[in-house]
T-cell receptor
Framework: SAVISQKPSRDICQRGTSLTIQCQVD?????MFWYRQQPGQSLTLIATANQGSEATYESGFVIDKFPISRPNLTFSTLTVSNMSPEDSSIYLC??????????FGQGTRLTVV | KNEVEQSPQNLTAQEGEFITINCSYS?????LHWLQQHPGGGIVSLFM???GKKKHGRLIATINIQEKHSSLHITASHPRDSAVYIC?????????FGAGTRLTVKP
């Protein structure tokens, strides 16, 4: 099993600023995933982060808006750049899930004012 | 049509009641997950299924591959079971999520 520590747990940010969310895994994982959950909706995959390569972004998400780092097999960050109120969501990181249990961080509840 | 359909969308129960949440999917999958999301946003994995039935404490999950259907049962429900329960399937290398079932258990 794996435990993922995600921070911050919540933040209120001014529009136009950026926020970096961190996820630390207590074991090495090949792929990590970043999700957005808009109010009242289910999870939407933003990107897949592999160590040593560029993140793979889903349709509708771009690197300039959501830059991702994956410096090693236990850590990843997601930055939400130039924020607007429409970016207010819960952001979650995850690992596993394909033929194994899925592990999620505690989520970051972002409010942009 | 969403590839993963959950029902009901919302469910209110009295403490002690038997709860059933359903998940149907439209195409073949390699695995199905039941997840629990707490009000703060954190998600906990409850089960991963590819066939049959699994039990953990008061939680039981079943899957019928032929009917493309899974159920999550909670026996002797308790207010601490109040959460959003999410069904997620592994399909063509992607994880697809249902919209979730919001469960409220009243004392």
């Amino acid at each position: 099993s794996a435990v993922i520590s995600q921070k911050p747990s919540r933040d209120i940010c001014q529009r136009g600023t950026s926020l970096t969310i961190q996820c630390q895994v207590d074991s090495q994982v090949t792929m990590m995933f970043w999700y957005r959950q808009q109010p009242g909706q289910s999870l939407t995959l933003i990107a897949t982060a592999n160590q040593g390569s560029e993140a793979t972004y889903e349709s509708g998400f771009v690197i300039d808006k959501f830059p991702i780092s994956r410096p090693n097999l236990t850590f990843s960050t997601l930055t939400v750049s130039n924020m607007s109120p429409e970016d207010s969501s819960i952001y979650l990181c995850s690992a596993g899930g394909w033929n194994t249990e899925a592990f999620f961080g505690q989520g970051t509840r972002l409010t942009v004012v | 049509k969403n590839e993963v359909e959950q029902s009901p969308q919302n469910l209110t129960a009295q403490e002690g009641e038997f709860i059933t949440i359903n998940c149907s999917y439209s195409v073949g999958i390699s695995a199905l997950h039941w997840l629990q999301q707490h009000p703060g946003g954190g998600i906990v994995s409850l089960f991963m299924l590819s066939s049959g039935k699994k039990k953990h404490g008061r939680l039981i999950a079943t899957i019928n591959i032929q009917e493309k259907h899974s159920s999550l049962h909670i026996t002797a429900s308790h207010p601490r079971d109040s959460a959003v329960y999410i069904c997620a399937v592994i399909l063509a290398g992607d994880m697809r999520f249902g919209a979730g079932t919001r469960l409220t258990v009243k004392p």
